[in-house]
């Protein structure tokens, strides 16, 4: 596609709900990442994909955040057993990059609300 | 750890006057450095990026970046601000694992 899209771009949910939300990337991009940003913050690195696989998911806060791309193309991230501090926009970006420099595109975000 | 400070988390300045929005980082080479603009309601959008060689990058806006190695910065600059320059600014590095630092809120004022 012509840039990155994300959904749902708004999604409200209850604690303690399984929640997923969408990426997908710009077409021909190997490298794809998740970023969480929290109000006045800024994006703090969940993961990052190259191709199928996950590059670095050093940042994933707990057991609870899980994220696949099984055909290299669209990537979901998955919360399971929602907290209220989940509350987030959760940002999607991608990049042509194999190796080294990744200038990255982003979505619009999806902004997450536990209740 | 492998990271991108910015010092300042909001900034006040007179339309047409000249910005300079600071920014460190700590990294065991070299990283890549990139500066992105987000405003209200907006996606992030690159202004500039550095990777090597000219130490003075320009990005789009009018908005300029030096490298410096001696001081571990790359300090954006504007010679003269807009009202439309009114925005969150960050700054971020890193090899294949970007990180950004906290932000910097820009306000204009008239």
């Known amino acids: 596609g012509a840039g990155v899209s994300q959904t749902p771009s708004n999604k409200v949910t209850e604690k303690g709900k399984y929640v997923e939300l969408r990426c997908d990337p710009i077409?021909?991009?190997?490298?794809l990442y998740w970023y969480r940003q929290s109000l006045g913050q800024g994006p703090e690195f969940l993961i990052y994909f190259q191709g199928t696989g996950a590059a670095d998911d050093s940042g994933l806060p707990n057991d609870r955040f899980f994220a696949v791309r099984p055909e290299g193309s669209v990537s979901t991230l998955k919360i399971q057993r929602t907290e209220r501090g989940d509350s987030a926009v959760y940002l999607c970006?991608?990049?042509?990059?194999?190796?080294?420099?990744?200038?990255?595109?982003f979505g619009a975000g999806s902004r997450l609300t536990v209740l | 750890a492998q990271s991108v400070t910015q010092p300042d988390i909001h900034i006040t300045v007179s339309e047409g006057a000249s910005l300079e929005l600071r920014c460190n980082y700590s990294y065991g080479a070299t990283p890549y450095l990139f500066w992105y603009v987000q405003s209200p309601g907006q996606g992030l959008q690159l202004l500039l990026k550095y990777f090597s060689g000219d130490t003075l990058v320009q990005g789009i806006k009018g908005f300029e970046a030096e490298f410096k190695r001696s001081q571990s910065s790359f300090n954006l600059r504007k010679p003269s601000v807009h009202w439309s320059d009114a925005a969150e600014y960050f700054c971020s590095g890193g090899y294949q694992k970007v990180t950004f630092g906290t932000g910097t809120k820009l306000q204009v004022i008239p």
């Open positions: 077409s021909g991009h190997t490298a």
């Open positions: 970006a991608s990049s042509p990059a194999r190796t080294g420099a990744n200038v990255l595109t």
